[in-house]
């Protein structure tokens, strides 16, 4: 099901600058029991990306209810709940002189089937040739141009692998395709930085502040694939998995979970 401005439709208009130009930021939720989780989250991650595009305009309380509608409607309350706004049409050229009416579009699909086995299986990553541009004004957020994460998936269903290690231009680790990175070196915990490159994720945020509790401190780190080498546990993250261990990566295993398992209740 799909809405847009708040209408059940499937239409948008050709000049939309979402559709010519990428501008725009967008948001993936999951769905339980009817309910969105961390969907304060969400609207604030919406929210910190239309203030770094400069999207003005939006009705966030509009949104919010739009969801929440959306959400009801979820067959047995479960699936995902994606969101995307967009400048909206007008302007001229890259000039977005004269946009003054963003567009809400809430898109609703099922629960993806292959994280549960995952959850038991572990994954494997494999490092992907595909690297990401190095970008401090766009980095953190989840913009609408995911051209470099196309190709990473290509690429990825290619190798056989699970998910992808992705790595900047300057051969550091990021995150995956689409997931944060977390690996643990007895008591210690790290994630690489994504000031250049990456996205922000909201359970990467949640996980380094659950860390925090457990007597971690989370290190945000720039290091090259080897540092792995050396890690004793390997996870990843994202807002549907929502977390997932890591059994391999190219050459080297992981066996322990134990990190894993202490933050998976409150994930």
Known sequence: MIWINGERQQQIAVSDRALHYGDGCFTTARLQQGEIAWLEAHLQRLQEAASVLMIQGVDWHRLQREMLHAAASAQQGE??????????????GYS??????????????????????????????????????????????????????????????????????????EGK??????????????????????????????????????????????????EEPQALAEADEVFISN????????RQIEQWHYRSRTLYQRLLPDC
């Open 173 to 222: 680790l990021v995150e995956c395709c689409a997931a944060n990175l977390f690996w643990r070196k007895e008591n210690q915990l790290f994630t690489p930085a994504v000031g250049g490159a990456g996205v922000n994720g909201i359970m990467r945020r949640r996980i380094i502040a659950l860390a925090g509790q457990l007597g971690y401190v989370c290190q945000q780190v720039r």
């Open 239 to 246: 807002a549907l998995m929502p977390l997932l261990p890591v």
């Open 96 to 169: 977005a002189a004269g946009c003054e009416q963003p567009v809400r579009i809430i898109m609703l699909s099922a629960a993806p089937a292959h994280y549960a086995a995952l959850r038991a299986s572990g994954v494997r990553l494999a490092i992907s040739p595909v690297r990401l541009g190095i970008n401090p004004q766009l980095a953190g957020i989840k913009h609408l141009n995911r051209l470099e994460q196309v190709l990473i998936r290509t690429r990825l269903e290619q190798s056989g692998a699970d998910e992808a290690l992705v790595l900047d231009t």
């Open 79 to 92: 699936g995902v709940l994606k969101v995307i706004l967009s400048r909206g049409s007008g302007g001229r």
